[in-house]
């Protein structure tokens, strides 16, 4: 059985600092360790330094706070490597969805060509032109497509082809309806049955290794409460359906979780919901 290796990123592209919020130190204390190895065997790895943000728009790419993104993405990158290189399985925690260019970047330098299941309530599609703040979280998914500027200095344009990205749940677009990216919103997710939906979308790239993205604001922020919520999202075990669906592919090689707010759980129970969601998605 695949050793989960866990790996805690606590980068937020707006620049707000691991001491204020903290969503990988905050899901061990509450248990998600200790209940992922009720059912298989898991490594903490720790969590990257987080250098600070310079607050700015970089003066010839308008990207926010580039600086920092380009050192995570380098630190990400490599850890991902190592951990892909030994047999193990990355369940990387964010941080926001930023952090995903690193991950990319780590996956592709082991695996080669890698597949993208995005999962995510925003199509995270901007460009430095479009987005408002210049946020990094606005824009991944454009990056890792070619379309934005590439905080991995070590691979220059695209990391992954349209046709190898699939997105699930997305309230909205971003602007991702413009580009020949396969994408079954929140709306056609749920029309008819969830399985059969996911299944037929996941085995448009059938033959690669697949990263799972997974941004908990797809989930409804009636049960997860976010920064930037959009729309009705999906219902707990609506997730669960999903994320468990294209796990059982078997061609996952590892998953990030993104955008979780501790500081936005007053009562506790977005924690308690999430912690029950993976350890069912990922009980082997
Ligand atoms: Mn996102």
Redesign the pocket.
Same mark, same amino acid.
Do not use: N, R
């Given at each position: 059985m695949t050793e989960l290796h866990f790996l805690g990123v606590p980068f937020n592209s707006d620049g707000t600092p691991p001491e204020v919020e903290h969503p990988p130190r905050h899901l061990r204390y509450a248990g998600l360790l200790d209940r992922l190895s009720s059912s298989r065997s898991i490594r903490d790895c720790g969590d990257l330094p987080i250098p600070a943000a310079d607050g700015k728009r970089d003066s010839s790419n308008g990207v926010l706070n580039w600086p920092s993104w380009q050192a995570v993405t380098g630190g990400v990158a490599k850890s991902i490597h190592e951990i892909l290189e030994t047999g193990g399985w990355p369940l990387v925690v964010g941080g /926001? #969805?930023s952090i995903l260019v690193g991950i990319m970047a780590g996956a592709v330098q082991v695996e080669g060509r890698c597949g993208l299941f995005f999962v @995510?309530? &925003?199509g @995270?599609f901007h460009t430095p032109a479009s987005s408002p703040t210049g946020e990094p979280?606005d824009m991944?998914l454009a990056v890792l497509t070619g379309r934005a500027p590439s905080p991995s200095g070590a691979a220059a344009g695209a990391l992954l082809n349209d046709e190898d990205v699939v997105v699930f749940g997305i309230r909205e677009y971003d602007g991702i309806d413009a580009a020949p990216i396969r994408v079954l919103d929140s709306a056609r997710l749920t029309e008819g049955d969830l399985v059969t939906a996911v299944q037929d979308a996941a085995a448009l790239i059938s033959d690669l290794p697949v990263w799972l &993205?997974f /941004?908990v @604001?797809v989930i409804d922020a009636s049960l997860m409460p976010v920064i930037f919520p959009a729309g009705a999202g999906l219902t707990l075990d609506q997730t669960a359906t999903l994320l468990g669906t294209l796990l059982k592919t078997g061609r996952v090689i590892g998953m990030d979780v993104? #955008?979780f707010h501790p500081n936005l759980d007053h009562t506790g129970a977005a924690t308690a919901a999430l912690i029950d969601l993976l350890t069912k998605v990922l009980a082997k």
């Open positions: /926001d #969805c @995510d309530g &925003h @995270d979280a991944e &993205h /941004d @604001d993104s #955008c």
